[in-house]
């Protein structure tokens, strides 16, 4: 499955990466490493350590069928073909739901390129789908690993796994037009992710490749359920507690709620689309009523905020156990 590129060079004699399609190959089956390096190898039939995947719930089916109606609509308006562009998915149960919904779509010979490769990948495979996936590394359940264990030289007319240099290269994102559908743990009001940090301080996973594909894709979209703890925590909050992505790079959010496209969008028409389609009813008045205020009494006008208010979400919760007002 394996293809390593061995094409770098240093500046100034740098040439272009020579891959204008997710199945290409450009490399060797094999790393090459000398033999007067090599101390040891160890043998082992220890499993690697997968988790199974949580069952697909109403609100994710609901958060992959707004992000297919929007690829369904880009379709329609010329803006991609009919078999869309190479797909990216980031590691999670909300980003495997998206896969599993592309599973049950009328869309044909799809592509993927992309860092790590999950079940849903696997399934689209399996289900004559998607053509080709080109990744870095996998993240698979217990019977799904077995599976491809089992299968491998299926998979390996299907799977091409290159070295993160590749896989995540800006240049080769941006030229193929990927498609980025990454998680999130929360999203302000006018478009900042956090991905990595909940509350601001307690690391949950880290950013992985998002950062590659979310700056480089031809479209970056962000999924998550608009609520966590059971309603006590909302995805959309006044201001991130931690930002990995900024407001100039995400495009495209979506909570089993709704849709915000906000491509081309000032901060200050990103903010009432933002709290409409993708806030949960519990929280929606709330935020809404902060950006109300912070357009009457922010001094400047540009991205409206309200600082000594800003992070009173989060530190509510911190003190209460909810965001939600008593």
């Known amino acids: 499955m394996h293809d390593i590129y061995y094409g770098f060079a240093l500046p100034p004699n740098r040439v272009p990466i020579p891959i204008t399609h997710p199945g290409d190959r450009i490399g060797e089956t094999f790393l090459r490493v000398p033999q007067n390096k090599v101390v040891a190898i160890i043998e082992t039939h220890d499993p690697d350590r997968n988790s199974p995947f949580k069952p697909i719930d109403e609100a994710s ?63 689209l495979i399996d289900a004559g789908k998607v053509d080709v996936a080109s990744a870095t590394a996998f993240s698979l359940s217990p019977d799904c690993a077995h599976k491809m264990n089992e299968n491998a030289a299926f998979y390996r007319e299907h799977i091409i796994l290159r070295p993160q240099e590749i896989s995540n290269h800006p240049e080769v994102i941006r030229r ?95 903010a009432p689309k933002i709290i409409q389609n993708c806030a949960h009813p519990d929280y929606k008045d709330m935020l809404q009523d902060y950006y109300d205020r912070a357009l009457r009494d922010c001094k400047f006008k540009q991205t409206p905020h309200l600082l000594d208010e800003a992070y009173s979400w989060h530190t509510r919760f911190l003190e209460t156990g909810t965001m939600e007002l008593a």
């Open 61 to 123: 089916h609901k958060i992959a069928g707004y992000l297919l109606d929007f690829y369904d609509n880009e379709v329609k308006q010329g803006r991609m073909p009919k078999n869309l562009l190479p797909l990216q998915s980031g590691v999670g149960n909300i980003p495997n739901a998206v896969l599993d919904g592309l599973l049950h779509s009328d869309l044909e010979h799809l592509t993927s390129y992309t860092e790590v490769i999950q079940d849903g990948m696997i399934d």
């Open 176 to 270: 193929l037009g990927v498609l980025g559908a990454n998680g999130m743990i929360e999203a302000d009001i006018y478009g900042n992710v956090n991905s990595t940090h909940v509350m601001g301080s307690r690391m949950m996973n880290g950013i992985g490749g998002s950062g590659d594909f979310t700056r480089n894709a031809f479209i970056s979209a962000f999924v998550s359920p608009s609520t966590a703890k059971g309603g006590k925590i909302s995805a959309i909050v006044p201001m991130v507690s931690h930002v990995d992505h900024t407001e100039h790079d995400t495009m495209v959010i979506i909570t089993e709620q709704g849709i915000a496209d906000l491509r081309g969008l000032a901060p200050r028409q990103r």
